[in-house]
């Protein structure tokens, strides 16, 4: 399954009318059973419509936010944005009455999955979001990466070092946090230098 940037474009543009309409005929066997993690594609800037939308359905939501400064030129103050723009999480014993409960909420575009079928996200995952909820240090949203990736340092002494990605489990310079289901990475500052993703030669 990719998620890359084309694709993530095609999702993100449509027009309201192109949003999903309900379909009877979705199948009870489409959805894993249990209580699972999803996510949902937004439209933009509708992140926290949709979440506040989920909650008046009584739907457990989960929209994680990091704090930032605001750039308004007559003061500045802290603030709370979505780590992740364009995404909300849900978390429900799917079926097709809740799945179409929540596509009909409004801001939402889709469900993300595989060949039209929702796929949970990782509970650890989605732990490590929970911690990250409301944090105050620096978080920046990054191509997704993973070992053996080729990137190349963009701050510091050793700018312009090109090498392969590698997780340090001691004394990591960055901690990246993954969502597999988005294709998604998050390197959380921890030194004064970052990484970044280059495509091979």
């Excluded at 009584?58 to 780590?83: H, N, Y």
Aim: with cysteine; aromatic share 8%; glycine share 6%.
């Amino acid at each position: 399954m990719e998620f890359n940037k084309k694709m993530e474009d095609r999702i993100v543009k449509p027009s309201y009318r192109e949003i999903e309409t309900p379909d009877s005929s979705i199948a009870e066997e489409t959805f894993e059973k249990g209580l699972r993690w999803y996510a949902l594609h937004t439209r933009s800037r509708f992140e926290q419509k949709v979440y506040d939308g989920l909650r008046g359905k009584s739907v457990e939501a989960f929209l994680p936010k990091i704090q930032v400064m605001s750039r308004r030129k007559d003061r500045r103050k802290k603030i709370f944005i979505p780590l992740l723009p364009g995404y909300v999480f849900v978390q429900c014993d799917m079926d097709p009455p809740a799945y179409w409960e929540i596509i009909r909420t409004i801001g939402v575009v889709r469900m993300v999955g595989f060949k039209g079928k929702p796929v949970p996200a990782n509970d650890d995952e989605i732990a490590s979001l929970m911690v990250l909820n409301g944090t105050d240090r620096t978080v920046e949203n990054r191509a997704y990466m993973k070992e053996g990736d080729r990137v190349m340092i963009m701050e510091g002494p050793l700018k312009g070092l090109v090498g392969f990605y590698v997780r340090h489990k001691e004394k990591s310079q960055k901690v990246v946090v993954s969502i597999e289901l988005l294709q998604r990475s998050m390197a959380v500052e921890v030194e004064g230098w970052a990484l970044e993703k280059i495509s091979e030669p």
